[in-house]
């Protein structure tokens, strides 16, 4: 089965076998994507670890005054 890769548009062939919350890599881009379902087959980037829009409230050295 094939999916169009969320960040470039490249044609991602994906194993049939695959589960929701497995990962798979874009052979032509190399972004990490989760398979969010397989009815239909959705795929979506993985956010970098560690990441949260909370952080960007606290960055350190700029505190509220």
């Known amino acids: 089965m094939a999916v169009l890769c969320p960040e470039c548009d490249n044609p991602i062939e994906i194993d049939n076998e695959l589960d929701a919350g497995e990962t798979v ?3 032509e881009c190399g972004a990490e994507l ?16 560690g990441y949260d829009d909370e952080d960007l409230a606290s960055l350190p050295g700029e505190e509220d005054e």
Do not use: N
Request: glycine share 6%; aromatic share 0%; hydrophobic share 40%.
């Open 25 to 27: 890599e874009c052979g």
């Open 34 to 49: 989760e398979v969010v379902s397989t009815e239909p087959l959705e795929l979506a980037l993985v956010e970098p670890a």
